[in-house]
């Protein structure tokens, strides 16, 4: 995790909060002069608009300079920008079964990266494991997470134990420097999982907690915005506990 400050000639396109892939680029001091840039959020590709390598040899990074654009300033035809890097941008990870060491680490991964500022967890089947991953995620950041009222099934008991287990592990998270808060859905109709942050959204086909242990897909969403009102709408109306 850090930040590059990176510059490339040509007025490129870039917003705050897209996320972009440098493949080539030059040092320069304390900069990089970047001749190949990749908008993954725009979908587009762009180069360098003067020939650098008559004066320097540019540099492929392999593998890319991935990270999430944090500032631009466009000065003199020239594009500069601040990068935070760290952020996970494969749209399609499949795990096989057995693979659970691998699922665990990405999603820590993902935890890990920007996030811009807030993490949203759908997940019935949230227990403590659950929860661990959150060490992973930066200090300061907003957290919410939404499970089932009723799990496990069936066990009223054991429900009502483990929602009070759930409250205090989120309880000892926040005191940790996190903003973590778990509510608890009665309705019994949530299933699908799935983690949403201010640069985007991805579908889980397991419990978060079981990815890797049986065949899954981690699917990053080209558009998470109605999922996100969805999720909202039932975050306002969960239990607390």
Request: hydrophobic share 40%.
């Amino acid at each position: 995790m850090g930040k590059v400050e990176a510059y490339i000639d040509g007025v490129v396109g870039l917003r705050r909060g897209d996320i972009i892939r440098i493949r080539r680029g030059i040092i320069d001091g304390s900069f990089l002069h970047v001749t190949e840039i990749e908008n993954v959020t725009a979908g587009m590709t762009q180069q360098s608009q003067i020939d650098l390598w008559v004066f320097a040899l540019p540099e492929e990074f392999v593998p890319p300079i991935t990270g999430r654009v944090e500032g631009v300033d466009v000065i003199d035809d020239r594009t500069g920008f601040s990068l935070a890097t760290g952020v996970s941008t494969e749209d399609n990870r499949f795990f096989s079964a057995g693979s659970f060491e691998e699922g665990q680490n990405v999603l820590r991964r993902l935890l890990e990266g920007e996030t811009g500022g807030y993490i949203k967890i759908l997940d019935p089947y949230t227990t403590k494991d659950t929860l661990d991953l959150l060490t992973s995620v930066r200090k300061g950041t907003r957290v919410e997470v939404l499970c089932d009222a009723n799990f496990p099934r069936d066990n009223p008991a054991a429900a009502t134990a483990l929602r009070a287990a759930l409250v205090t592990k989120a309880r000892g998270l926040t005191e940790g420097g996190r903003e973590v808060e778990v509510r608890f859905d009665a309705s019994g109709k949530l299933h699908a999982r799935y983690i949403l942050t201010g640069i985007g959204g991805w579908l889980v086909d397991a419990s978060l907690k079981d990815l890797g242990k049986r065949d899954a897909n981690l699917s990053r969403l080209t558009d998470s915005s109605a999922l996100e009102g969805r999720f909202n709408e039932q975050w306002n109306v969960a239990r607390r506990e």
